[in-house]
């Protein structure tokens, strides 16, 4: 099964971007289902192979440049040198990101280690028909105590392929538990995505440099991996907020694992948005604080609103940092990129009449790795500023 190219396609495809629109396809040769594995011809010219649905605009996403068999070897072989690249980039860690979709050449498809177990996502039908092998290799390699399947639901309706939230292979805990940079954790089957945000890893541990005896507040925690952090580096408190209960009782869990004295943390259930403007209102004001949103905006159409969203944010937390205190912020907004973040940043000072210092800049852990060919992969952008008012210059 053959689909042919335009002419006139930009290079970007050329150049190993996994995703072929539906405008770019100038033909499609023999009768093709959807989920289907298809050869990618430009002109003469084997471009690689991927998997067809019409149901989406992205025709086609390539899984590999080379013309051979997409087979139980060929999931094998991607999956275990992922899996060797983390163990480079983790020595000795146990729990990381094994498969990020096209960062990791398996577009559709992701996978999360937290020890024992393993949690996928299945984003797109041509992953899903390749179900069953992707599993009998993950068990190969990892031979885990359990898969717990969490795919995501919208994805599953536009891509027409069947949802699944549950133990696919051995079991496990609801929560399950972790160790990442030397504190006890809990990935939650039941909360947001894979139920933990291994991304931030890193930036939440180089914020602990920064936090000794210091009132430090978590907004939007979730299950609080920055104020976890913060603890853990020797905050004096550590205010979280997260509108989620579900959240906050496996935060509550986590604080008891890693035995924290109640007199060191504060648990707000409140919408964050309106409990920063209760903060701002009341003259509160933290020697830390910490914004890490989920993301404002899934598509171009609500960059604008996004953007306001996070200005807002930023504009909050900096009249409520202490003069030479820290604002640590971030954005996993892919649509927002590192230039509108600096501006967004730049409109907050300027409204606040405050200088922002840059003390560390941070990205997405490398187990989310960043195809520089394939843009999309790069989406979390994080800073860490130390805030003083100009009216001290």
């Known amino acids: 099964m053959i689909v042919r190219l335009k002419n006139n396609i930009k290079t970007r495809i050329l150049n190993g971007h996994p995703w072929i629109y539906d405008n770019e396809i100038d033909s499609v040769e023999n009768a093709i289902n959807s989920g289907d594995i298809v050869d990618v011809f430009h002109g003469g010219n084997f471009i690689g192979k991927g998997y067809f649905n019409k149901n989406s605009l992205i025709r086609v996403r390539i899984i590999s440049k080379k013309n051979t068999e997409i087979n139980y070897d060929f999931f094998y072989n991607k999956i275990k040198a992922a899996y060797a690249h983390r163990q480079i980039l983790f020595p000795g860690e146990t729990t990381f990101r094994v498969i990020f979709g096209e960062g990791d050449g398996l577009p559709g498809l992701i996978v999360d280690k937290f020890e024992d177990y393993l949690v996928i996502q299945i984003n797109t039908l041509g992953i899903y028909n390749f179900k069953t092998t992707i599993v009998q290799a993950l068990i190969n390699i990892f031979k885990p105590k359990g898969i717990f399947e969490k795919d995501d639901e919208k994805s599953s309706k536009k891509e027409v392929f069947e949802f699944t939230e549950g133990w696919i292979y051995g079991s496990g805990p609801e929560i399950i538990p972790f160790s990442m940079n030397g504190i006890k954790f809990f990935s939650d089957t039941m909360g947001q995505k894979t139920g ?62 890693n035995g924290f004295e109640k007199e060191r943390y504060e648990i707000i259930n409140a919408n964050t948005f309106d409990y920063l403007r209760l903060l701002d209102d009341a003259g509160t004001l933290f020697d830390f604080t910490i914004i890490d949103p989920p993301s404002l905006a899934k598509s171009r159409d609500s960059k604008s609103n996004a953007f306001r969203g996070y200005k807002e944010l930023n504009l909050r937390a900096m009249k409520i940092t202490k003069n030479g205190g820290f604002l640590s912020t971030s954005s996993c907004t892919q649509i927002i990129y ?8 730049y409109d907050s000072a300027e409204n606040t009449k405050r200088k922002p210092t840059l003390i560390f800049r941070g990205f997405q852990s490398p187990d989310h790795p960043i195809a520089m060919n394939i843009f999309e992969t790069e989406y979390l952008k994080h800073m860490l500023f130390r805030i003083d008012s100009l009216e001290n210059y």
């Open 196 to 257: 933990f945000f291994l991304d931030q890893r890193i930036n939440a541990r180089e914020n602990m440099a920064y936090v000794n005896n210091l009132n430090v507040l978590d907004a939007f925690s979730y299950t609080g991996n920055f104020g976890i952090h913060a603890l853990k580096g020797g905050a004096k408190k550590v205010t979280f907020i997260d509108y989620s209960e579900r959240a906050l009782s496996v935060l509550e869990e986590t604080i008891h694992a």
């Open 338 to 345: 590192e230039e509108d973040f600096k501006k967004i940043i």
